[in-house]
């Protein structure tokens, strides 16, 4: 019997850094050597290239230095662009995740109907973007739009065609609409994870359902908040294909638009400047990530395990 319990103890059926340092050593080394082939190298070809202006046929570059970096910072449709693309990120982020987080709290509050609230919350998941993007020109279109006539009725005008503000309002509520279901899994999932016995514990010490959420809930939550939020500023920061459908892309472009405007059919090639463009593109993503990536883990993991 002390032989099993001794074998038993001893027997490693799912290693780990604490009873295999050898699996933790090969799990740094892959991690490290994926990291290499999949981000470090493509990034390096971008930081290289940054610094080199090629030919207009490809056959020779020359060295400029941070030259296409400065013109990129003193043209005014870039600065136009990295305006248009914050603003078009960070409205996007805080309503997608403010309503798909105040809809998580309201399931998980339902006790009749919840499966079909929460089925119906999941639709727009499963709408493809362009489907979604067209969805919202139909219920805007200038020319007898359902939502159009009935701001026409209360004496507001909408043409988005030809009001850049009205566009990029559009362009926010589509591209919220189709990930607010995304994020209320992460969210609903993130509030089953919190022990019940705190928010109990909480209500007999007399906090009120208010204070409770902000006080306990909240804090709780921050792991969630922190992943959701790095996964959304990924998507919003780098989609393409609900502002190419949305806005008139001969005045008004986001970053990746016009990083296939450069590279694309509608401009002359420009390996410089694109590469320069790219490699500012991901900095912001990458530099936020790696300040929040033990945030991350926990949070998907919170999303996992209920506590």
């Given amino acids: 019997m002390d032989v099993t319990r001794s074998g038993a103890r001893n027997t490693c059926f799912f290693p780990s850094s604490s009873c295999c340092p050898s699996f933790r050593t090969a799990t740094k080394a892959d991690v490290l050597g994926k990291w290499s082939v999949f981000f470090f190298y493509p990034a390096g070809e971008a930081l290289m290239g940054s610094f080199y202006m090629e030919d207009s046929f490809g056959l020779s570059k020359e060295f400029v230095g941070l030259d296409n970096f400065t013109t990129l910072f003193s043209d005014p449709s870039y600065l136009e662009t990295l305006r248009l693309t914050l603003v078009f990120s960070l409205a996007t982020i805080v309503l997608t995740m403010g309503t798909a987080l105040l809809f998580a709290v309201l399931a998980d509050q339902v006790n009749w109907g919840g499966t079909l609230y929460k089925s119906m919350l999941i639709i727009p998941y499963a709408v493809a973007p362009p489907l979604a993007g067209v969805l919202w020109l139909f219920l805007f279109n200038p020319s007898g739009g359902v939502l159009t006539e009935l701001l026409h009725h209360f004496g507001y005008t909408w043409n988005h065609k030809i009001n850049g503000n009205q566009a990029l ?9 189709k990930q607010i279901s995304y994020n209320f899994l992460f969210f609903l999932a993130g509030l089953h994870a919190i022990p019940r016995s705190l928010i109990e514990a909480a209500a007999i010490d007399g906090c009120g359902p ?13 792991p969630t908040f922190i992943s959701v939020g790095v996964l959304e500023i990924m998507w919003v920061w780098n989609d393409f294909l609900l502002p190419f459908l949305v806005l008139d892309i001969n005045d008004y472009r986001t970053i990746p638009i016009v990083v296939q405007y450069l590279k694309g059919s509608y401009g002359q090639v420009d390996m410089g400047a694109t590469m320069a463009l790219i490699l500012l593109s991901i900095l912001p993503v990458i530099i936020f990530y790696l300040l929040c990536q033990k945030h991350i883990i926990k949070g998907v993991a919170a999303g996992a395990v209920k506590g």
């Fill in 169 to 177: 309002f559009l362009l926010i509520v589509s591209a919220s609409w």
């Fill in 210 to 222: 208010i204070r409770t959420f902000f006080l306990v809930v909240l804090p709780m939550m921050k």
